[in-house]
């Protein structure tokens, strides 16, 4: 019969058990690395919930943004404003030009009496 050597056997299977428990850690390493824990997911909800948010607030803005015809409503309507002051102020021109006439004439009236 032949000796088994013990101590080659030993030190063949320590190099097996090591060998084994790197690779499980390497496995470990490697499953966990790409591995989203419940706080990242709870972040990014975090996140997603805030841009939703935004992107609310941004779609409501454009909603209520006045458009191309309702700009040249307005600046038609502006248009028709300004002539009509500008009447107003023809008119009252005229009207302050007859007061300052009537003014002089009751000044030169007075006088005369």
């Given at each position: ?37 419940s ?21 409501q ?53």
């Open positions: 019969m032949e000796l088994i050597d013990w101590t080659g056997a030993r030190f063949f299977f320590e190099v097996l058990k090591n060998a084994f428990l790197l690779g499980v850690g390497v496995y470990v390493w490697w499953t966990n690395r790409n591995r989203a824990t706080a990242a997911i709870r972040e990014v909800h975090l996140r997603l919930d805030e841009v939703d948010r935004h992107v609310s607030r941004l779609e803005t454009l909603d209520n943004r006045p458009g191309y015809g309702e700009i040249d409503k307005l600046r038609a309507e502006m248009a028709e404003m300004n002539r009509g002051m500008a009447q107003v102020s023809a008119q009252l021109q005229s009207t302050t030009s007859l007061l300052n006439r009537l003014h002089e004439y009751m000044l030169q009236e007075r006088g005369n009496r």
